[in-house]
């Protein structure tokens, strides 16, 4: 499969010309070649009006396409690319109107905006489509060896079986305990080699060695130092490098212009959501006895207590009896109208108040509850170092992970976020939220997995340990 990566990236450069194409094309169709209801009497002067928008609907097109991750490996379900395209075409049709009345420019009736849109959204997702085939093809299906500790290995090997596409199939899970040698020659009969992040630097060393040695691919998950080192400045004293690490918190700049953002961002949401608030506030009122908000303690920068605005979505005083305890799938706390604002995050506007006041921001790690964060953080001690932010309302776990993700994998997350913070990767990550606020599996309470041990026997995954391995030698088999 190793032959096929050349091809496959030629072909990915390939997308975005098509997808320029495709953007022009339909704006050249719309005014060229209308449907016979749509009018079409432009004068030369809307022409060139036209050619002045062309360049700004082109590039923001190709940007939403990559915020929504459409120019990555095609390991996404066809689901995925028809509603990544719908909301690229809704942006881009806000983006020409605004275009349209910014520049001042009469070359964009409200019919020709629509055909514009309908062209865009069947061809952009046709070719999508098309693409995503294509590319599975030319990326081929790529063999994996999971190098760790039980029962972190399995762990992974579930995360790999649930990504869509079935593009890496798992062949080996490889216990470091046993010996390399049996390692290296698994790496042979493999394309990626997947590490686990809890070994020591000597076992990395050596999977490195071999890897490099045999032309492997790796895939690397991360620990809080591997995330730290990160866009790490490089100093020299004299003629010896070394790392400047700095302490995983935001500048004073950074800060200012977070704030800055926060503010203008929360008052044009309050403002542009309060119909939705209000009609909300009387659905809860007629549903159930109760306040039609919710407060309760929440953390946030540097482990200061501060009290969350939520729309209540429970019955009132459910936790009276149950205690503090995660939501779980089909709670029986959760009101009719409730389970409607959870699963559209209606629920979570009033947040936009305490963005405001200053503790919260639009988007930085989630605000867990004191009792679950001291649990946290004896389970996980880098715990405490997502408290460097102010809590946020989105962020990289919210949009990358589910509600099931682990807090573990939430923690990377978090302290990815910190690390790369910048204004630009907060207004991507507004923009991705979009995307994820009506995907079922990101709003839904705790729900059971399934057993790994039901996944090796679905996916015929070979646990490899020292008889086994050599039984499998001589069967010919590996």
Known sequence: MKNNSQAYQIFKIFIVFADVLILCGCILIALYFPLPWVASNLEERNIQDISRVLPFICVGGVFLLYVYNLYSDPGRSVFDIVYSVILVVLFLTVITMALSFFLRSSAFPRTIIAYNAGLQAVLLTLWRISALYIGRKLHGKQTVLIVGHEPETQEIAKKILLTPGSLYEIKYLFDLSKDYKIMRKLIQNVDQVFICPNITPKERQKIFSSCVALNTNIFMIPTLFEISVKNAALQ??????????????LTWEQKTVKRLFDIIFSVVSLV??????????????????????????????????????????????????????????????????????????VDELPQFIN??????????????RPIFTEQFKMEQPDYDYRSAVKAGITGYAQ???????????????????????SLWLDITLVIQTIKVLFTKQAAVGVVDDYTFKDSLAMKNIRLVHRDGYDEALKAGSV
């Open 236 to 249: 020299n004293f004299d003629d010896m490098p070394a790392f400047r690490i700095g302490q995983i918190k």
């Open 272 to 345: 542009l959501t309060s119909p939705i608030l209000l009609i909300s506030a009387i659905a809860i009122k007629l549903d159930s006895p109760g306040p039609v908000f919710y407060r309760q303690e929440r953390i946030t920068e540097n482990n200061r207590v501060f009290k969350v605005i939520k729309l209540r979505t429970m019955q009132n005083g459910a936790e009276e009896l149950t205690g503090s305890v995660l939501a779980a799938e089909n709670d029986p706390r959760i009101t009719k109208v409730g389970a409607f604002l959870r699963a559209t995050r």
């Open 355 to 368: 963005v405001f006041l200053g503790d919260m921001s639009v988007v930085g790690p989630r605000p867990e």
């Open 399 to 421: 949009v990358m992970g589910k509600y099931t993700t682990s807090f573990t994998d939430k923690l990377r997350y978090d302290l990815m976020y910190i690390r790369n913070y």
